[in-house]
Structures are given as structure tokens and as C-alpha cells.
């Protein structure tokens, strides 16, 4: 039977790496991909996959596009990975980011049941749903308390996948996955923008880094690592939720050291705080438990944050003197 898989959400930093984590296992590969004129399918050029997917028109905020799109390319595995994904702009667009975000995932689910409700579906639900941490370390039993506009659509989303897999029977299991990172993630990301600085910095073309802040912690691991898990879930004979992370929280402080100690800086020469980047409200600190998906799923992050940052270091060093 052949394998077929729509990606939502194909042109994002998860897109690409599940994109071409699906074709070596001998998947055919489509992507959902809205038309709004700017160049976003760089990071599938990057991965020397983009020849290989099947773009088709369409958008999650469109139901209509989605049915064709599941008519179109008669998907067994559909991943909904789009949304507004940057939690700091979801204050600014709390409309737009409940739209796509959060409409935009019932909109893929009622697809999946109009069109083909064999289909298994993946639901990228997200630590801050979480928000402000009612456990040391949050696990799927942990209660939710999100605290931003995004944080909130992503829980309705988790909700909504939820009730779709009780109410319709739909084999629909979400991914609770902890911040990834990697060279593909957008520059608005504090961990990009980071690494992005470093790489600057290193070259004489800028001095300092402003950020906000700096002793938020977050359970950081490589999504190239993640997109795996995404795809275990849907294996399973039985639809479920995972927790899916490394284990180990770090403060952005951290991550900063690490950063410019790979080019031998120190973050206390250059980067400065700025009031500007302090969020309305903050989530001070993610650590997630994936211990059931190590037991269920035989997964585990395989790459320390360490070689992360290196790894992300190193590219944005290349794409500068490139």
C-alpha cells in the first residue's frame, strides 16, 4: 500500500525535516503551501528535498482548500505543523494566531473526516500550553495553564484533537513537543537570533545583542530529532499524546554562553537587555518528561544541546561568509 503523506505548515523549520525524514522511508510527499509571495520554501532547498514534494495551493484558514487537498493527494498520514508559530508576535495578532493556530487545526480535522477518516492525523501541540508550570517537570498528566495568545490557540487545538479522536473515532495524535531547535529555524527565534548575532559578532559585522529575558529557561533539543517522534505516533496501532523533549532546562543566559563560547567570545561583552523584548506575561521555566515516549515510542533526543548550538553556530558562520 503506498504511503502518502500532506504536510501542513511544509515550508517551516518541522516541515522541512519531517518532509525529508518521510521521502527516505520511501514516502510520497505533499505539502499545503498558501501563495502570499515571498520566498518560504528556502529551508526545503536546503535540504536538497524541495524537487521531491508535491506542492499543492492551499491553506488551513480555507477548508475548502484542505478537502481538495486530501482529495488531491489521497493522504494516509496527514501532519498539521502550520500556525502562527512566534509566540512574542501572538500579543500583537491574537486574532490572526487564533485563526491558523487554533481554527486552522479544526479545520484539518474536519477535513480528515469529510474526506478520508482513515487517514492517520498528527497534531503539533506545543510546551506552552503549559505555561505557568503546575509541575517540576510536565509531563502528559500535567495540567495546562498557557500563558500567551498562541499558548491558548494551541490548547484549543490540543482540545479539539482530542474530541475529534473520542467524538469521530479519528486515529489523531498530538505531539506535546518542547522547544527545537536548528540552522533552519526562522531569525525571529531567540535561539536563531542568537546564534545568527554570534555569527555576526565573529565577523566584525555588528557589536552587541539585545534581548529580554535572559534567565527564562526552556527544554531545547534539534528538531531534525523531533520530526522522528511525529512520525512514531502515527505507527502506533492506537491514536495517544506524547511529551516530547530532552529532559534537561537551560536559561537563555546559558544558551548564550554556549554560543559565543564556540567562537571564543563571552556573551557578557555583547549582549545587552532591553526592556523592549520583555513578554506581557512569562513563562519562566519548561522542563518536560518524555518518559512515556521513550516507553511507547523507542524514542529519545539523540542530539545534546551542546552540538545543537555548534551545529547553528557553524551554519550561520557559513551563510555569512558565504
Known amino acids: 500500500m503506498s504511503r502518502i503523506a ?26 499545503l503551501c498558501p501563495r502570499r509571495g515571498s520566498d518560504t520554501l528556502w529551508r526545503l532547498r536546503e535540504l536538497g528535498v524541495h524537487d521531491h514534494v508535491r506542492m499543492i495551493d492551499g491553506d488551513v484558514t480555507d477548508l ?9 493527494s489521497r493522504a494516509t498520514e496527514v501532519y498539521n505543523l502550520a500556525a502562527q508559530s512566534f509566540v512574542g508576535i501572538s500579543w500583537n495578532q491574537p486574532v490572526l494566531t487564533g485563526q491558523v493556530t487554533g481554527l486552522g487545526a479544526v479545520n484539518v480535522l474536519e477535513a480528515v473526516r469529510m474526506v478520508n477518516p482513515q487517514a492517520r492525523i498528527y497534531q503539533a501541540s506545543s510546551s506552552e500550553m503549559f505555561g505557568r508550570i503546575q509541575a517540576e ?13 498562541y499558548g491558548a490557540a494551541k490548547l484549543y487545538a490540543h482540545w479539539m484533537t482530542v474530541n475529534y479522536r473520542e467524538s469521530h473515532g479519528l486515529h489523531a495524535s498530538s505531539g506535546l513537543l518542547f522547544n527545537h531547535e536548528s540552522p533552519l529555524r526562522g531569525i525571529e527565534f531567540v535561539t536563531r537570533k542568537i546564534t545568527d548575532a554570534v555569527a555576526r559578532i565573529r565577523l566584525g559585522h555588528q557589536r552587541e545583542l539585545r534581548l529580554g529575558n535572559l534567565d527564562a529557561r526552556r527544554d531545547w533539543g534539534f528538531a531534525g530529532d523531533y520530526v ?12 495517544d499524546d506524547y511529551v516530547v523533549a530532552t529532559g534537561r532546562t537551560v536559561s537563555v543566559r ?4 554556549l554560543a559565543f563560547g564556540q ?16 513578554r506581557p506575561a512569562e513563562v519562566d521555566v519548561l522542563l518536560g518528561n518524555p518518559e512515556k515516549a521513550h516507553r511507547v515510542l523507542g524514542w529519545q533526543a539523540d542530539t545534546s544541546l551542546e552540538a545543537l548550538v555548534a551545529m547553528m553556530v557553524e551554519r550561520d558562520l557559513e551563510r555569512l561568509a558565504g
Open 6 to 31: 500532506l504536510i501542513t505548515g511544509i515550508s517551516g523549520q518541522d516541515g522541512a525535516y519531517l518532509s525529508h525524514l518521510l521521502l527516505a522511508k520511501g514516502y510520497e510527499v505533499h505539502g
Open 64 to 72: 475548502s482548500s484542505l478537502v481538495r487537498a486530501l482529495e488531491r
Open 137 to 149: 517537570r510536565q509531563d502528559e498528566r500535567t495540567p495546562f495553564y498557557p500563558r500567551s495568545p
Open 228 to 239: 522522528d517522534a511525529m512520525w512514531r505516533m502515527l505507527q502506533q496501532p492506537q491514536p
Open 254 to 257: 546559558e544558551f548564550c554562553a
Open 263 to 278: 567562537v571564543g567570545l563571552r556573551y557578557e561583552d555583547h549582549v545587552v537587555v532591553d526592556p523592549a523584548f520583555l
